[in-house]
């Protein structure tokens, strides 16, 4: 059966013939992910959903609808590497190589190809930065042990590592069915994130870079090479907003109609909290944890990391302004204002 789009999705398809959106469910917060397949030549899916029994059959149902299949895929270009957008690219593996003897080709930014050939390794690196940052951030003993309960068997149920992926780096580009997306690197969501651009179409696939009405978590990657997540992020999203006109296609919700000012709206969001977490602090020390329930109030344990986590950057950008101070106790670190 088909399921009815919504209708500014239906809207949108008839400007950007070629493209369906895919919904397949994810047991996150966030819903449902979005995929996007490209007809024509060759065959191109855009992200694939989360490896899970309910994930798969949403995908075959849906790809069914079209007429199509999973071994038909021939091309998948990735957004980045969190399992709701790659966990079920080695099922397209498999299923082509079973029917047509050869893989398809899976593309990802360097920065984020590890995740993929190495997933259950690449998940106990994440999950030990978890747990050092939950330390680190004063969470009750209580509420991280309810974190921590089955949480690596779950994540690493959640996808599976591919024998060989491609790579692509900043500025390379993909024949499509819908002409030529070019990669524009997007780093801070993920270190290797991408938004696959179609100047013929006046479409991006903005991944989670830009999503419509929930903000894209620039905190979570362990990656903290490219410096505070957040600072990257933002600088990021300098990037994309020469394309202010353009359609996004988000990796979540709904199409983004006026990107311009969303990505204002988001800058606007960013520097709101930093003046709240500015606040809060006074010559009582707080603990990160403190502070991230005091911006993002009373959220649930599959959202403690994603709060823990933007608390702890917006505490590093304040010290950085000389707004804020930290010291370390017993390993948990404590800021006072400055
Ligand atoms: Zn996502």
């Known amino acids: 059966m088909m399921r009815i789009p919504q209708l ?9 013939d070629g493209v369906s959106r895919i919904e397949i469910p ?8 979005n995929c996007y397949l490209i007809e024509g030549s060759p065959l ?39 399992m709701d957008h790659i966990g079920l690219v080695a099922q397209f593996v498999r299923e082509r190589v079973r029917i047509d003897g050869s893989p398809p080709e899976v593309w ?7 995740a993929l050939l190495n997933y259950e390794r690449y998940m106990e690196l994440y999950l030990a930065s978890v747990v050092k940052l939950i330390g680190a951030s004063g969470v009750p003993k209580n509420e991280a042990l309810k974190f921590a309960r089955g949480r690596t068997e779950f994540f690493k149920s959640m996808g599976g590592s591919v024998p060989a992926v491609r790579c692509f780096e900043d500025k390379a580009s993909f024949k ?45 990657s ?9 600072v990257t992020y933002l600088a990021s999203l300098n990037r994309i907003s020469p394309r202010g006109s353009y359609v996004a296609l988000p990796g979540h919700r709904e199409p983004i109609l006026d990107l311009a000012s969303r990505i204002e709206v988001l800058r606007a969001d960013y520097d709101d909290k930093l003046r709240r977490a500015a606040g809060l602090l006074t010559s009582s020390p707080l ?18 990391i994603l709060a823990v986590a933007e608390s702890y950057d917006l505490v590093r950008i304040l010290e950085s302004r000389n707004q804020a101070k930290s010291t370390s106790h017993n390993g948990v670190i404590h800021v006072v204002k400055h």
């Open 287 to 304: 603990t990160v944890y403190e502070i991230s329930r005091m911006i993002y109030g009373d959220y649930d344990m599959n959202s403690l």
């Open 176 to 220: 499509t069915g819908i002409g030529k997306l070019s990669v524009v690197w997007v780093p801070g969501h993920s270190p290797g994130s991408t938004c696959f651009v179609c100047d013929k179409q006046r479409v991006i696939f903005s991944g989670d870079h830009v999503l419509g009405d929930i903000s894209s978590n620039p905190s979570i």
């Open 26 to 33: 994810t047991p996150f917060p966030v819903g449902n992910v």
């Open 108 to 114: 990802i930014h360097q920065r984020d190809a590890e």
């Open 222 to 230: 362990f990656d903290r090479s490219e410096g505070i997540g957040m």
């Open 8 to 16: 500014v999705f239906l809207l949108m398809m008839n400007r950007i």
């Open 44 to 82: 191109t899916l855009i992200d694939t959903g989360p490896k899970t029994s309910k994930g798969l059959e949403a995908m075959q149902r849906e790809l069914h609808a079209l007429s199509y299949d999973l071994s038909e895929i021939e091309q998948i270009l990735l957004t980045h590497n969190h």
